[in-house]
């Protein structure tokens, strides 16, 4: 069964964006980003490919 999310569907706070652009210039990928900001993989890729930030594909 897919995880709950608590945030689901709530606006991006300035401090979350921050926390995505640091996180995602560190080199650190999707799965691991959106478990620090609490949001779901699909919500974190979506915000990154809105603001124009690569994420690292992790192998």
């Known amino acids: 069964m897919a995880e709950k999310f608590e945030r689901h ?14 996180l995602a210039g560190k080199g650190k990928g999707l799965k691991e980003i959106a478990k620090a900001l609490g949001r779901s993989e699909e919500s ?14 992790l192998r």
């Open 44 to 57: 974190t890729k979506d915000r990154a490919k809105a603001d124009g930030i690569g994420i690292a594909k």
């Open 9 to 22: 569907r709530q606006p991006w706070k300035a401090d979350e964006i921050q926390k995505l652009h640091t």
